[in-house]
């Protein structure tokens, strides 16, 4: 059957070592390092919550080159959260914690691009705060590194530094839901698919960049994200 309209391009992210991974669904977790929950108001290890992106929200950086996202329209307040992704190789339903390394493609380093004012007047009104991180170029990623090479990423430094100085600075530890329960109860609420990605959270220390300024992401074991705003 043909399609009445042009078919939307699938986004692609690269894949270290050769290749590209097909995005499906974005899945993010919500306050899900103690330190960050606190700056944002909130205590305790309370039950993982899950918000989503577009697929087209992401923008891929290859290695060693500078990504550039537009500054967002009706905000004055755009911050950024240095996260985790991992990667969805194998789908499922119900599954298991101690089952979760097997659907793990592999994994990248994102921003979770906020715009924060826009967040905090849906939350005061009751409303989806879709509009505060569903936005077009709110996911920058690099390049997924395969699991087979990395092995599962469970402990590591976590940092983002804005225009050379530090904002961010966490461990893959620190996660209040490990990785493995992250996708135990993802995978409860909706079916797990080869494609999709899921940021796992952002440490302390997020905060607001403007135009201009260059954002540096770094995981340990995954390497740099380079992003500028412009």
């Known amino acids: 059957m043909n399609a009445v309209i042009p078919m939307p391009a699938v986004p692609l992210v690269p894949v270290v070592g050769g290749g590209v991974f097909?995005?499906?669904?974005?899945?993010?977790?919500?306050?899900?390092?103690?330190?960050?929950?606190?700056?944002?108001?909130?205590?305790?290890?309370?039950?993982?919550?899950?918000?989503m992106k577009p697929a087209d929200a992401v923008v891929p950086v290859a290695d060693g080159?500078?990504?550039?996202?537009?500054?967002?329209?009706?905000?004055?307040?755009?911050?950024?959260?240095?996260?985790?992704?991992?990667?969805?190789?194998?789908?499922?339903?119900?599954?298991?914690?101690?089952?979760?390394?097997?659907?793990?493609?592999?994994?990248?380093?994102?921003?979770?691009?906020?715009?924060?004012?826009?967040?905090?007047?849906?939350?005061?009104?009751?409303?989806?705060?879709?509009?505060g991180k569903g936005f077009d170029q709110s996911a920058p990623i690099g390049p997924i590194h395969p699991k087979a090479a990395t092995g599962e990423l469970n402990r590591g430094a976590i940092t983002l530094s804005v225009n050379g100085q530090p904002r961010q600075s966490g461990d893959l530890g620190q996660l209040i839901?490990?990785?493995?329960?992250?996708?135990?109860?993802?995978?409860?609420?909706?079916?797990?698919?080869?494609?999709?990605?899921?940021?796992?959270?952002?440490?302390?220390?997020?905060?607001?960049?403007?135009a201009g300024d260059s954002m540096v992401g770094a995981v340990e074991g995954l390497g740099s994200l380079k992003v500028t705003l412009r």
């Open 177 to 210: 839901w490990s990785v493995g329960e992250i996708l135990e109860h993802l995978s409860a609420a909706w079916a797990l698919a080869p494609g999709d990605l899921v940021f796992t959270g952002t440490p302390a220390g997020v905060g607001a960049v403007v």
């Open 22 to 51: 097909p995005v499906r669904r974005i899945y993010c977790v919500g306050r899900n390092y103690v330190e960050h929950a606190q700056e944002m108001g909130f205590t305790g290890r309370e039950p993982p919550f899950f918000f």
């Open 65 to 131: 080159q500078t990504g550039l996202v537009d500054y967002p329209t009706l905000t004055q307040s755009l911050h950024h959260e240095i996260e985790l992704v991992v990667a969805i190789g194998t789908g499922g339903r119900n599954i298991a914690a101690a089952d979760a390394a097997r659907h793990i493609y592999g994994y990248a380093i994102g921003l979770d691009m906020t715009r924060r004012d826009l967040q905090g007047e849906m939350k005061k009104q009751g409303r989806p705060w879709c509009i």
